[in-house]
């Protein structure tokens, strides 16, 4: 799923085209000016949050460079559901709570009637995996 991409980010991307010789590459700031006009509590609809400008921005470098294997490292804020569906040469690596519930990938559709399943099979928790000899 490759999302809309603001033309600067292109212009942006092709300035830094030499820094991608190097292993990584840091994003370390996405950011977007807040409009006034909204109050703390909302959202601005035509603002995208971190964790989609973030994943706008992976999607743009894994369809860029399709000849590596890009790794993402963020922290709590970056774990949702902006990172579901990464293409298969994108890994992401961020920090859950301690108490966080995971999950197996959804099964495929069976092709009854009713909702499909939205959640795989509950695995164990993080501890209990923690714990568990390799």
Same mark, same amino acid.
């Given at each position: 799923?490759?999302?809309?991409?603001?033309?600067?980010?292109?212009?942006?991307?092709?300035?830094?085209?030499p820094c991608f010789? %190097?292993?990584?590459?840091?994003?370390?700031?996405?950011? %977007? /000016?807040?409009?006034?006009?909204? /109050?703390?509590?909302?959202?601005? /609809?035509?603002?995208?949050?971190?964790?989609?400008?973030?994943? %706008?921005?992976?999607?743009?470098?894994?369809?860029?460079?399709?000849?590596?294997?890009?790794?993402?490292?963020?922290?709590?804020?970056?774990?949702?559901?902006?990172?579901?569906?990464?293409?298969?040469?994108?890994?992401?690596?961020?920090?859950?709570?301690a108490n966080a519930?995971?999950?197996a990938p959804a /099964?495929?559709?069976?092709?009854?009637?009713?909702?499909?399943?939205?959640?795989?099979?509950?695995?164990?928790?993080?501890? %209990?995996?923690?714990?568990?000899?390799?």
């Amino acid at each position: 799923m490759l999302l809309d991409v603001p033309a600067s980010l292109d212009a942006l991307l092709s300035l830094l085209r030499p820094c991608f010789t %190097q292993p990584t590459f840091h994003m370390f700031r996405l950011w %977007q /000016p807040k409009r006034r006009h909204f /109050p703390k509590d909302t959202c601005d /609809p035509e603002r995208p949050s971190k964790p989609v400008l973030a994943r %706008q921005m992976v999607d743009l470098l894994a369809t860029r460079l399709t000849d590596r294997t890009i790794h993402v490292v963020g922290d709590a804020a970056y774990a949702t559901s902006a990172s579901r569906g990464l293409s298969a040469r994108v890994t992401m690596t961020s920090r859950l709570r301690a108490n966080a519930a995971l999950y197996a990938p959804a /099964p495929p559709r069976t092709g009854k009637r009713g909702r499909p399943a939205t959640w795989g099979k509950r695995l164990a928790s993080l501890a %209990q995996i923690a714990t568990a000899p390799t």
